[in-house]
């Protein structure tokens, strides 16, 4: 017999037909002869209204409180489609990450998953019972409840995997798959069959939504396959995995455009232009946990002063301009924020051999009048930072630009540029 984890999003359990639903599968995968192990999040929007709510009471909460009160959220669905699977007569049972023995380290709101028991799940599987567990929580080594952080079920799930040496995970969700853009923008959107692990990592760190970046890297890291899938329908969706022999024949360069609107962009003004000031700004940020990306100094060599840029979420900007505004070793002209940017990024292994994909993208926002703030490459990226009102243009001009809706594009490594 095998094991597999299905996960279920927010969307899936978000209410009590879909909750239903999901059982029913479930049930279906269970008496299909698998052992089941099912991770589900939070019922809809439930962890934004605990947000809220938490922000309505104290604009600043403690971590270890956010945590407490935001992992409540995966207590109830999980409770609540235990129930539903029973009502088929199939005995489930529901465990939080206690429960389990999910531990994880001390970060509050970020937390890291260190082991998980297999003890208490196995034993649960050997009397026949399906387990609901709690995603997006661990318990630290005090018993403290930690969060995974926004999207964590993903990587609860996929840890799962992992520890129960399971055949396959597979994440539900309210989609058919890794789309070439977020099909609710771009009308042509394709499903992808399958994508790499380091092509998903760059998406999911992008602001694709489908699914968590570390749960991305906690799959590579274990060879573990996820598949991406809808719960409204049986079809096949994305595989996230090794290499390419399971890809569509045919594979082009870029494999997708993708945004992200909950970003801010943070100019520290009038730094010195001198050693141990980037490591200062940076250090500084890393002690609290802040997450920075697409870095620019530039530098205004008569005054001896660089500006540094910098990018972080949007959920970070408080707290990163608390610390910026504390650092007392050099003077700092100014710090500011602007809110209203966002990032879109075309994805593809093998973008730096291929010099002509740049001036495409650039040209494709360019046409359309879009102006860049800051570009930041990799292998397998290029990232614009624009004004987040041209966002849906600028994701249907790059989009239009590659022919990613186009099923009969370039072959292989050959990037096909469009008109
Ligand atoms: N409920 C959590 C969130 O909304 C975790 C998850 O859904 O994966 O971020
Ligand atoms: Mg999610």
């Not at 899936?12 to 029913?24: G, L």
């Not at 699977?85 to 001390?106: E, F, M, R, W």
């Not at 520290?268 to 997450?291: C, T």
């Not at 608390?322 to 809110?339: A, H, N, P, T, Y």
């Amino acid at each position: 017999m095998s094991v597999v984890v299905m996960k279920f999003g927010g969307s899936s359990v978000k209410d009590k037909d879909r909750i239903m639903n999901v059982a029913e599968k479930i049930v279906k995968r269970k008496k299909s002869g698998d052992d089941v192990v099912v991770v589900v999040s939070a019922m809809g929007d439930s962890t934004d209204e605990l947000i809220e709510l938490a922000q309505d009471i104290n604009p600043n909460p403690p971590d270890r409180e956010w945590d407490m009160l935001l992992s409540t959220g995966e207590q109830v669905s999980s409770a609540l489609l235990t129930m539903a699977i029973n009502t088929y007569g199939v005995p489930a049972i529901s465990l939080n990450a206690a429960q389990v023995g999910i531990k994880t380290d001390d970060v509050h709101k970020k937390a890291r998953i260190l082991s998980i028991d297999d003890k208490r799940l196995n034993k649960e599987l050997k009397e026949g019972n399906v387990v609901i567990v709690t995603g997006f929580q661990g318990v630290n080594g005090g018993f403290d409840i930690t969060t995974l952080g926004r999207g964590g079920s993903d990587t609860s799930a996929v840890a799962l995997a992992k520890a129960l040496e399971a055949d396959l995970c597979e994440i539900y969700t309210d989609v058919d798959g890794v789309y070439t853009a977020d099909p609710r923008i771009v009308k042509d959107a394709r499903k992808l069959t399958s994508i790499t692990y380091d092509e998903m990592l760059e998406l999911s760190s992008l602001g694709s939504k489908v699914l968590q970046a570390r749960s991305v890297e906690c799959a590579r890291l274990h060879n573990i396959t996820i598949h991406v899938r809808s719960s409204f329908n049986d079809k096949e969706g994305t595989y996230v995995q090794e290499g390419r022999e399971n890809m569509e024949i045919k594979n082009p360069l870029i494999r997708g455009v993708c945004s992200d609107k909950d970003i801010a962009k943070v100019a520290v003004k009038g730094v010195p232009d001198k050693p141990g000031v980037s490591y200062k700004i940076f250090s500084e940020l890393a002690r609290v946990n802040i997450h920075v990306d697409m870095i620019v100094q530039s530098i205004q060599k008569e005054k001896g002063i660089n500006d540094i840029l910098f990018t972080v979420k949007l959920e970070d900007v408080t707290k990163a301009k608390e610390v910026l505004e504390s650092i007392d070793e050099f003077e700092v002209e100014d710090i500011m924020i602007k809110e209203d940017v966002a990032k879109v990024s075309i994805v593809g292994a093998g973008i730096s051999q291929n010099p002509e994909v740049y001036p495409a993208m650039f040209g494709a926002l360019g046409k359309e009048d879009i102006n860049i703030e800051i570009i930041s490459t990799s292998e397998t990226r290029i990232s614009c930072l624009i004004d987040e009102k041209r966002l849906e243009k600028a994701i249907e001009a790059i989009h239009d630009k590659f022919e990613l809706g186009n099923e009969d594009r370039g072959e292989d490594t050959s990037v096909s540029l469009g008109g």
